[in-house]
């Protein structure tokens, strides 16, 4: 396998994408102080950003991705860990897909 110039140009073009994302972002509230309605609002980011990755994965994924879905959830629910949901969810998953 060998790694092409174009290749090496788009990985590059991401990292340097992403990095002046992040550090535009601390630039910018270390210039400002946002009110209490915008922190409360910028809260929910993470949350929206996730979620526009798992819709479409559990959308096409079929019962064992929705199998996952629930063991995570009800994981996060029992233990209060993230680790331990993402294990046990992916665990299920992959179990789901060898089974059916």
Same mark, same amino acid.
């Given at each position: 396998?060998s790694?092409? #110039?174009? $290749? *090496? &140009?788009? %990985?590059?073009?991401?990292?340097?994408? $992403?990095y &002046?994302?992040?550090a !535009? !972002? =601390? #630039?910018?509230f /270390? @210039? +400002?102080?946002?009110t209490p309605f915008? @922190?409360s609002v *910028?809260a =929910? +980011?993470? !949350?929206? +950003?996730?979620m526009? =990755?798992? $819709?479409p994965a559990?959308a096409h994924?079929?019962?064992?991705?929705w %199998?996952?879905?629930?063991? /995570?959830?009800g &994981?996060?629910?029992?233990t @209060?860990? *993230?680790?331990a949901g +993402?294990f046990?969810? $992916?665990?299920? /998953?992959?179990? &789901?897909?060898l089974l @059916?």
């Amino acid at each position: 396998m060998s790694l092409s #110039l174009a $290749t *090496l &140009a788009a %990985i590059v073009a991401m990292m340097l994408a $992403t990095y &002046a994302c992040r550090a !535009g !972002g =601390y #630039l910018v509230f /270390t @210039r +400002i102080r946002p009110t209490p309605f915008l @922190r409360s609002v *910028l809260a =929910y +980011i993470p !949350g929206g +950003i996730f979620m526009s =990755y798992v $819709t479409p994965a559990l959308a096409h994924g079929g019962l064992p991705s929705w %199998i996952g879905a629930a063991v /995570t959830v009800g &994981a996060m629910a029992v233990t @209060r860990n *993230l680790a331990a949901g +993402i294990f046990l969810g $992916t665990a299920a /998953t992959w179990v &789901a897909w060898l089974l @059916r």
